[in-house]
């Protein structure tokens, strides 16, 4: 029973951070198997890689110091934010690769690097829940629960979050140095912020001081991503607003459509109307089309017919004369 326990503790809850993060993403979502992998990725490969090339790295420091302290220091400090980070982003970068038509924009880079972090998080929140229990019994179980899914909860999602935007500023830019500082600034940040706050965490002879300041750091990037979170939509409304007028200017939406489209919350009342019409899955997929033509009509217009930017705009812009008479005004 503890052994289940914490893994519902564990997973559960990064269950339904990962569907906020879907649901923050209005106006254009990703696709559901691709985030359902970098979730396996980051509870499979990510945690399991992880573990062990941490212990065997602290085994090592063990073996050439002779310092239990040392070795936990160093491998908290050094390789797990360097392993860690490095193995949660390379489900990013896979994406960022091979299925780059849906990596589109910051919020995606975002997306999908908190939800490959949050995966990394139940495997890892499961095994400190379970270990609270060995240490403590029953009150160890729900302290570890308390610590790690509510108190430090969003820890992971935050670090592995700038390797998504490092990602996300490369995949929109030509140059190709800009695509290579942007993409090892990103995933340095990460590093750089989980190696902080496992830092402060190491001093234990000053560990109510440090324990404050490091939840009070954990805190502020949580609203920091939250921030970043909502000025990405906001930038995504713009596009749909500024790169959709052509759509209406020729007929092949109406006035009403784009100012749906450019809506959260008009989209969310459409969908629900739609549901109680019959017409759920051509109104849902009409406004998902109408994000990713605004995405590529954008890096069109930056990046030029790369990766097929071209015909996907003429691709999109056909479904949407298609569906555009079977959705209501």
């Known amino acids: 029973m ?10 559960a809850p990064m269950f339904l951070f990962a569907a906020i993060f879907y649901s923050l993403d209005h ?3 990703e696709p559901i198997p691709l985030l359902v992998g970098v979730f396996v990725w980051g509870a499979a490969v990510a945690a399991g890689g992880a573990y062990i090339l941490n212990t065997l790295f602290g085994l090592t420091v063990f073996a050439l110091t002779g310092s239990p302290e040392l070795s936990d220091f ?17 489900a990013v970068l896979l994406v960022f690769l091979f299925f780059r038509h849906e990596f589109d924009s910051l ?9 490959a972090a949050l995966g990394f998080a139940a495997t890892e929140n499961a095994l400190y829940i379970w270990r609270g229990y060995e240490s403590d019994g029953w009150t160890g179980l729900v302290a570890l629960v308390i610590i790690r899914v509510v108190l430090v909860g969003w820890q992971h999602p935050v670090y592995t979050a700038f390797t998504g935007m490092g990602l996300a500023i490369a995949r929109g830019n030509r140059s190709w140095l800009v695509k ?16 902080f706050h496992n830092t402060l965490a190491s001093f234990t002879s000053l560990e ?13 990037g949580v609203f920091f991503l939250f921030a970043v ?5 906001w930038q995504e409304r713009r596009d749909i607003l500024l790169y959709l007028r052509e759509e209406v200017e020729l007929g092949i939406i109406s006035p009403a459509q784009h100012r749906t489209a450019a809506s959260a919350w008009l989209r969310g ?53 298609n569906l555009a008479p079977r959705v209501q005004s």
């Open 269 to 321: 009342f459409a969908r629900l109307s739609a549901l109680f019409a019959g017409n759920f899955s051509a109104t849902h997929r009409f406004y998902q089309v109408m994000g990713e033509l605004a995405h590529k009509k954008r890096q069109f217009i930056r990046l030029g017919a790369e990766s097929g930017t071209g015909a996907a705009v003429l691709r999109y812009r056909a479904e949407l004369q």
């Open 107 to 115: 919020l995606d880079g975002i997306v999908y690097a908190g939800i």
């Open 229 to 233: 979170i909502l000025l990405a939509g």
């Open 74 to 90: 160093s491998t908290a400090s050094i390789s797990a934010p360097l392993v860690e980070e490095g193995l949660k982003g390379l």
């Open 208 to 220: 109510n001081l440090t324990c404050f300041i490091g939840l009070a750091l954990d805190w502020m």
């Open 27 to 29: 106006y254009e979502k």
């Open 2 to 11: 503890p052994f289940l326990v914490s893994l519902f503790f564990g997973f």
């Open 180 to 195: 290579i500082v942007a993409g090892f600034a990103g995933l340095g940040l990460a590093m750089f912020t989980h190696s």
